[in-house]
């Protein structure tokens, strides 16, 4: 997979929003309810970037949090996993979204919904040294640890520079 992005901080904040941990989770509760999931996960999105937007008023809820639950602490062999399962999940998503933004037919947009969770799923699977549990814990690491989020941002430039390189 062609792997020409930069990410920055912001964008892994939103490219996490957008992972499929919350598709998973609702996913294998009950399979059938795949569009209420991804519409979910773009309401995330959505309040992840006005969180980011309001600056200090969202930053005190998590200070508090991190100080009430200490964040697990991940391997390298962890954030670099996570982070090939991230751009592999972030390019299937955009690929989906723009098919999606065609389609207007619900039965067509289910369809392909399912597919594009099945994509994402099966490509944190096959990352090697990442579990589906690993991949969710990270994701709700970061969302929570300014210091991890940025381990991650940086690994992700790294591979992004390698692969353009």
């Not at 979204?97 to 037919?105: K, M, N, P, R, T």
Request: aromatic share 4%; proline share 2%; net charge negative.
């Amino acid at each position: 997979m062609a792997r020409n992005r930069t990410f920055t901080a912001a964008t892994l904040a939103l490219a996490l929003a957008a992972a499929p941990a919350s598709f998973v989770a609702a996913q294998e509760a009950t399979p059938d309810t795949s569009d209420q999931t991804m519409q979910s996960g773009d309401q995330t999105m959505q309040s992840d970037d006005q969180s980011m937007q309001s600056g200090d008023d969202a930053a005190a809820p998590q200070a508090n949090a991190q100080s009430e639950t200490e964040t697990p602490v991940f391997e390298d062999s962890q954030i670099e996993a996570f982070a090939t399962a991230v751009m592999d999940v972030t390019e299937i998503r955009d690929q989906y979204a723009s098919q999606l933004q065609g389609v207007e037919d619900e039965a067509e947009q289910q369809a392909l919904i399912e597919e594009a969770n099945t994509e994402m799923r099966t490509a944190i699977e096959e990352v090697e040294g990442l579990t589906m549990e690993d991949y969710m814990a990270i994701n709700r690491a970061a969302s929570m640890d300014e210091d991890l989020n940025q381990r991650i941002a940086q690994r992700l430039q790294e591979m992004q520079s390698e692969n353009a390189g």
